[in-house]
């Protein structure tokens, strides 16, 4: 790897800042999990490294009432996939992030390398737009908050500008009677991108489906949802011939590439059979309460 | 500028001071500038989990970390897993060992190490925690079977306090 100046901010506004004077010739790093693969490989080759991954108290993992949970940017994703609070209350993300990678992977990456990298098979991407999420932005001029959804603008493309660090991942309460389900699709069990991620989150009362959530990873440029699939479960009961045509709707919408993991059609056709499945577990779990 | 940091590392419980390049891999410099060449590296680019070492206790791919932010970090390389006082080895090398737990032996050190790890945190694992906690390592003469007997055994071991 080249010569690189080298910088340490204390905080995320200092990062910022740093960001805003060297803007694309810089690149921040947290885990490194990517950044230095790519960096390896000369697929970028940044003059500056901003590295924030020691700036203090930007890893927590809050819940609150009213608000719901906030992740901070640094959280790394075994903290995520071991806090008893997001098993318990968020348990779609705990799975999502229990996929990813490996155990050494889980122990350096962080929330927010993970969506700013924008891999269109993001392994917390399919969970969080589900669970309604949000990302708060800093940049120089103050801050926003985004979607999750509407956070991804292609393959490792984000709405970030390059003076702007994602700070914080906020995710809402779940509704009553709310079930979550995310099924990553592979190979093997441990290091391997998805062939299929889909998520779900619905809520079931007195039978009736309603708040239906779909989300594909790996099979279209950005995580997406499957809206029309969502629309026609919603306010129905949940019947198997129902779940059949929603699941291959949500096939049609999939605008997947075939590659070295698997072939488009094949990954159509799981998007189908992955959505009836991941459904009807996320019904079983409102079943069970 | 471009000048090489002049940092200290904490290695295996001795302070080491050294020059790096900010995209010095700790890989790397524990290698070519520590001599501490227990560490494999084998992919270099996190795939493998051969050059895994615990910086705080955890397993961590040190092929994918930068030396220059491990300052004031405990690491613990495959060079400092046996006794210090002792040199008794720890109980996972012996069971690695007595049982050949490796054939090539390049996948040893991490698979140690991230076992280590597994047993500090859970006394007595069952096969399947013992085969989550090593998807991370690969092993190309593919030992896992008797690499996951090896972990188990150091787990008796362990609880036996032999």
New interface residues.
Partial sequence: ??????F?PRTMEEACSLLSQYKEQAKV?AG??DL??W???GEILPKY?I?I??IPNEGYIVYDDKVGLSIGALATI?SIEAASLIQEKFNILAQAASKL?????R??ATIAGNLCNASPSAELAPALIVLGAKVRILGTAGERVVLIEDFFTGPGQTVLKPNEILVEIQVPNLLPRSGGVYIKHTIR???DLAIVGVGIMITVDRDILSNVRIALGAVAPTPIRARKAEKILTGKRLEDDLLEKAALIASEESSPISDVRSSADYRKKMVKVLVARAIKQAAEQVQAG | ??EP?LITLTVNREEHEVKV???D?LADVLREKLGLTGTKIMC????C?SC?ILIDG????S????A??CEGKDILTIEGLADPETGELHPIQKAFVERSGMQCGICTPGMLL?AKALLDKTRSPTEDEVR??L??NLCRCGNYKRITECVLAAARMMQEGT
């Fill in positions: 790897m080249d010569a690189v100046e080298y340490t790093i490194g999990t230095l693969v960096m390896k490989h490294i590295n991954r020691d075994h990678g490996t155990g050494q992977i122990n350096q069990k441990a290091m | 500028m471009y940091m390049w900010p995209t891999t270099n680019e996190g795939e989990g895994t955890k397993p961590t791919l092929c994918l970390t930068l220059i932010e991230t989550d906690a998807a991370g």
